[in-house]
């Protein structure tokens, strides 16, 4: 028995593969020959796309770009994984994908499927077009001495969302929208002239440029920085962000945390889809102030919780008005409602497409102001007895 | 030709002939000049006459003299006594000093009491002698033990002779029920070995079982523990530890209490412990000096440290090798950085680094401590930093070597620590070939013999695999001392597995 299960087992080995060399298992790498790939651009260019790489063979060594063009993505990338300067370019830890407006217009379905079919291509690899431009222009500019361009895409991914300015949706979320909804938001960048921080940095600094309706071939249309915005939230992506509102005659500057959103459909009696009604609630902290006021009022504090309120409901709006003008329903409010009540849904008679151009959809927000950091402001706990040594403290400054 | 069963000779008898049994004993004695033999005037009558012998160093000279020779030779005592079976009679009676004292008739038997350590008295005109024991005391003195470190707990190990360390045992366990039961093990050393069990706890078959295997062994003599441990466990060939031994006579004694059955031999400062499961190899008596909640975290710890040493190395160079997908960018940008001057594949620079780790710890145990101690630092320091900076290996992978090198170290039983170390070159050869393919293989295999083991009957990865599930968290964790405190269910107590408080 035990030297069938061995054998069964060695069997089932040696069938995995053919041997590569002294080792058996043929997905063998020599480490010291690895070119690290963190970013990938392709671009359309007349043999069909161009392909470049960007990667680095150490912590230490200098990032380098290789670039091939070819009839198709996995054409070029195959010139460019055999080697051409004895490296071995890996692509599993490839962590953006940025891709020009011009190739996004008319193959995004084509990068998307060399993704995920390439299985050392993660499917959590971000995906960003370029507009205004190219990609391999892009990369070029952001690369500086010191400043890996890797970097600063990846370091735009990770801030993009604390901005409130997107949110770098992933291959498979992209892929995922694309087959259930049709079409998929896709975060765009453009490459900027600004000063430079330091000299050792790129020429280009990477800007957000809002968002691209895109379905698989071809580009649906583009979102504002304020349609971007209110998207992210109702769509719960942005969870935390900084916001600017102006309170009389300062503006401060929120950060807003905790952002709940509650879609929900509205019924008549007859179970017809009266309308959509999306709650967002959020709460707010006071990181900054340009000007002065006493926050530490009921009145002005309500003042910017209104006017935060009513900044979130207009982009809001805003997102939610642009679907049915440009005829996609990116928000996917359809299926949010489908899953919120699919009974209903399924009995009302009417599709969703026939629906949504003319379906009303409410937004209402409601916005908290928790804390202002002010000493004299303490944050208010709830079971607190009256007339505490604490209490009594802030009591009289507040006078004074 | 047939050939019948010769009956065996009778053995020799005492001669009523004094000079003639002591040429006997000389003949036995041939060639060996501790053996010693004089002559004593039985209380100061030179007509009556008595052989004294015994084993120069064996016995202790001066206890001969005072306990045996002085009244012997004391006429107020011996000189009104004719004849000599009236000596023999008071001897026998306690008219020397002596504890013990045996009346023989067959030389044989007299010749191996002299071996013990007795002296003996052989009388003319008599078939009976008369030994005493006057063993020598010159033996190592009961000190803290020095391969099992005590951090909380009782420092008296076990030494070299079983008397004192069977008296180590009484003293813990003062119990009317602890039995102990001797054998003689060897044709030629005739070791003596103690069977050690709680009669009417302790189960019967676990019992039963241990001296059937003991009676069973075949050697010449038991100077080793691999000779108990080899012929007593299950399956000699696997190179895990299948019964426990320390030199702590408290962790014996815990065990004892637990439903085991413990084994002492002379000649050897351990003490054996069965049945051996994995999940006790995990475990030391300060586990049960500190407070439940630490002793819980370090067992876990050391779970934790089998599988770091086991599986360290060999997914190190599964990962490098061929799932570079697996390493953080990070880290791995880092790693090629390090390996881009390493003129070795990563297959042989885990080789190499194995082999000198290994080569560190057997020269600094070979060697005298103080030298021993100043290998490990030149090897571990100066050669381990100079690899590094002359290229000769990556620091990762002098990081990952040592991680599961110090893992190991943490294992309560170094025979368990080295059967781990073994297995790891296996897994490491495994991914070398396969990559993670070859560590889940190697992994299998290795749960497969693992579970395949068995200690007197009780399964080896009991609770993991073959025992009582529920038991899972007593091998994992050590519960508080005022919880009900149940017995491993496998050993079959006689008090059905609930302690008795």
């Keep these: 028995m035990k030297k069938a299960v061995i054998f069964t087992l060695a069997l089932t080995l040696a069938l995995t593969g053919c041997?590569?060399?002294?080792?058996?298992?043929?997905?063998?790498?020599?480490?010291?020959?690895?070119?690290?790939?963190?970013?990938?651009?392709?671009?359309?260019?007349?043999?069909?796309?161009?392909?470049?790489?960007?990667?680095?063979?150490?912590?230490?060594?200098?990032?380098?770009?290789?670039?091939?063009?070819?009839?198709?993505?996995?054409?070029?990338?195959?010139?460019?994984?055999?080697?051409?300067?004895?490296?071995?370019?890996?692509?599993?830890?490839?962590?953006?994908?940025?891709?020009?407006?011009?190739?996004?217009?008319?193959?995004?379905?084509?990068?998307?499927?060399?993704?995920?079919r390439f299985s050392e291509m993660r499917l959590d690899t971000g995906l960003l077009i370029v507009r205004d431009g190219t990609a391999r222009d892009l990369v070029f500019g952001l690369a500086g001495e010191e400043t890996?361009?890797?970097?600063?895409?990846?370091?735009?991914?990770?801030?993009?969302?604390?901005?409130?300015?997107?949110?770098?949706?992933?291959?498979?979320?992209?892929?995922?929208?694309?087959?259930?909804?049709?079409?998929?938001?896709?975060?765009?960048?453009?490459?900027?002239?600004?000063e430079k921080l330091f000299e050792k940095r790129g020429d280009l600094n990477l800007a957000p440029a809002g968002m691209a309706v895109m379905r698989p071939d071809s580009t649906v249309g583009f979102l504002s920085d304020e349609e971007t915005l209110g998207a992210m939230l109702i769509l719960g992506k942005l969870r935390s962000c900084n916001l600017d509102v102006?309170?009389?005659?300062?503006?401060?500057?929120?950060?807003?945390?905790?952002?709940?959103?509650?879609?929900?459909?509205?019924?008549?009696?007859?179970?017809?889809?009266?309308?959509?009604?999306i709650k967002l609630s959020l709460e707010a902290n006071l990181v900054s102030m340009d000007g002065l006021v006493d926050v530490r009022t009921r009145d002005v504090r309500e003042r910017a919780e209104k006017a935060l309120s009513d900044k979130v409901k207009s982009a809001c709006d805003a997102a939610v008005r642009r679907?049915?003008?440009?005829?996609?329903?990116?928000?996917?409010?359809?299926?949010?409602?489908?899953?919120?009540?699919?009974?209903?849904?399924?009995?009302?008679g009417v599709?969703?497409?026939?629906?949504?151009?003319?379906?009303?959809?409410?937004?209402?927000?409601?916005?908290?102001?928790?804390?202002?950091?002010?000493?004299?402001?303490p944050p208010e706990i709830s079971g607190r007895e009256e007339g505490t040594p604490w209490e009594k403290l802030t009591d009289s400054l507040r006078d004074s | 030709m047939m050939r019948g069963r010769s009956a065996a000779p009778a053995e020799p008898e005492i001669s009523p002939d004094a000079t003639v049994s002591v040429a006997a004993l000389e003949e036995v004695y041939?060639?060996?000049?501790?053996?010693?033999?004089?002559?004593?005037?039985?209380?100061?009558?030179?007509?009556?006459?008595?052989?004294?012998?015994?084993?120069?160093?064996?016995?202790?000279?001066?206890?001969?003299?005072?306990?045996?020779?002085?009244?012997?030779?004391?006429?107020?005592?011996?000189?009104?006594?004719?004849?000599?079976?009236?000596?023999?009679?008071?001897?026998?009676?306690?008219?020397?000093?002596?504890?013990?004292?045996?009346?023989?008739?067959?030389l044989g038997e007299l010749a191996e009491d002299l071996l013990n350590g007795f002296c003996a008295l052989i009388f003319d005109a008599e078939r009976t002698a008369v030994t005493f024991e006057v063993k020598s005391q010159q033996r190592?003195?009961?000190?803290?033990?020095?391969?099992?470190?005590?951090?909380?707990?009782?420092?008296?190990?076990?030494?070299?002779?079983?008397?004192?360390?069977?008296t180590l045992v009484r003293r813990k366990l003062r119990n009317t029920h602890l039995k102990i039961r001797q054998y003689k093990l060897g044709s030629r050393a005739d070791t003596a070995a103690a069977l050690i069990y709680i009669e009417g706890f302790t189960n019967e078959g676990i019992v039963a079982e241990a001296e059937r295997r003991l009676s069973g062994i075949r050697t010449e003599g038991a100077l080793t523990s691999a000779v108990i441990e080899e012929n007593i466990v299950d399956n000699p060939h696997s190179p895990f530890p299948q019964v426990i031994s320390t030199e702590r006579s408290d962790k014996f004694c815990m065990n004892i209490l637990e439903g085991r059955v413990g084994i002492l031999v002379d000649g050897l400062p351990l003490g054996f412990l069965a049945p051996g499961t994995f999940s006790q190899f995990m475990k030391v008596p300060e586990d049960h000096s500190g407070h439940f909640i630490v002793a819980s975290a370090l067992t876990l710890l050391r779970y934790f440290s089998v599988a770091l040493t086991l599986l360290a190395p060999a997914f190190y160079v599964a990962v490098a090798m061929y799932h570079q997908e697996m390493i953080p960018t990070r880290l791995m940008q880092s790693m090629i950085e390090a390996k881009q001057q390493v003129p070795f594949?990563?297959?042989?620079?885990?080789?190499?680094?194995?082999?000198?780790?290994?080569?560190?710890?057997?020269?600094?145990?070979?060697?005298?401590?103080?030298?021993?101690?100043?290998?490990?630092?030149?090897?571990?320091?100066?050669?381990?930093?100079?690899?590094?900076?002359?290229?000769?290996?990556?620091?990762?992978?002098?990081?990952?070597?040592?991680?599961?090198?110090?893992?190991?170290?943490?294992?309560?039983?170094?025979?368990?620590?080295?059967?781990?170390?073994l297995c790891r070159f296996f897994l490491v050869l495994a991914a070398i070939g396969f990559g993670m393919f070859g560590v889940a293989l190697g992994c299998a295999v290795l749960l497969y013999h693992l579970s395949s083991l068995e200690s007197f009957g009780v399964p080896y990865m009991t609770p993991f695999a073959g025992g009582e599930g529920q038991h899972l968290s007593r091998a994992l964790l050590r519960h508080s001392m005022t919880d009900k405190k149940d017995r491993e269910p496998e050993l079959k107590t006689g008090d059905g597995g609930e302690a008795k408080l």
């Excluded at chain 1, 005829?327 to 299926?335: P, Y």
Aim: net charge negative; charged share 25%; aromatic share 6%.
């Design chain 2, 140 to 166: 190592r003195s009961v000190e803290a033990p020095k391969e099992e470190k005590v951090v909380k707990g009782a420092k008296d190990a076990f030494v070299e002779t079983m008397k004192v360390n069977t």
């Design chain 1, 351 to 377: 599709s969703w497409k026939e629906v949504f151009p003319s379906l009303p959809v409410e937004v209402e927000v409601e916005s908290v102001l928790m804390r202002t950091y002010d000493i004299i402001d």
């Design chain 2, 345 to 421: 594949p990563t297959a042989a620079e885990v080789i190499m680094m194995l082999l000198a780790f290994e080569l560190l710890q057997e020269a600094g145990i070979r060697l005298p401590s103080p030298i021993g101690e100043t290998v490990s630092i030149i090897g571990a320091l100066i050669v381990g930093q100079s690899a590094v900076e002359a290229s000769v290996v990556s620091p990762v992978v002098v990081v990952v070597i040592a991680l599961a090198g110090i893992a190991g170290y943490t294992m309560p039983n170094q025979d368990m620590g080295s059967a781990l170390r």
């Design chain 1, 323 to 348: 679907g049915p003008a440009l005829g996609f329903d990116f928000l996917d409010l359809g299926g949010i409602l489908t899953r919120r009540e699919p009974i209903a849904m399924e009995d009302m």
């Design chain 1, 246 to 277: 102006p309170v009389d005659d300062a503006v401060l500057t929120l950060s807003v945390d905790n952002v709940k959103s509650d879609i929900k459909p509205v019924f008549s009696k007859d179970g017809k889809l009266q309308r959509a009604e």
């Design chain 1, 148 to 194: 890996p361009a890797s970097d600063v895409v990846a370091g735009l991914d990770r801030n993009i969302a604390r901005l409130g300015r997107g949110y770098v949706f992933s291959c498979r979320e992209i892929a995922a929208s694309l087959a259930q909804n049709g079409c998929a938001l896709v975060q765009c960048v453009r490459g900027e002239e600004e």
């Design chain 1, 19 to 116: 041997s590569s060399g002294l080792t058996i298992f043929s997905n063998y790498r020599h480490l010291e020959m690895i070119e690290l790939v963190r970013t990938v651009t392709v671009d359309s260019s007349e043999d069909g796309v161009t392909v470049g790489i960007y990667g680095t063979a150490g912590e230490e060594q200098e990032a380098r770009m290789y670039e091939k063009s070819g009839p198709s993505i996995g054409v070029a990338m195959n010139e460019l994984t055999l080697r051409p300067l004895g490296r071995e370019a890996i692509l599993s830890h490839t962590e953006n994908m940025l891709i020009g407006e011009d190739l996004a217009k008319t193959r995004l379905d084509e990068v998307l499927d060399y993704v995920e």
């Design chain 2, 30 to 106: 041939k060639d060996c000049y501790d053996f010693e033999s004089r002559d004593l005037h039985i209380g100061g009558d030179v007509r009556r006459k008595a052989r004294l012998c015994f084993i120069d160093g064996l016995v202790s000279g001066s206890d001969v003299a005072e306990q045996v020779i002085k009244p012997l030779t004391d006429p107020e005592r011996f000189g009104a006594v004719t004849d000599m079976k009236s000596v023999i009679a008071m001897l026998l009676g306690g008219s020397v000093y002596v504890y013990t004292a045996k009346s023989r008739t067959k």
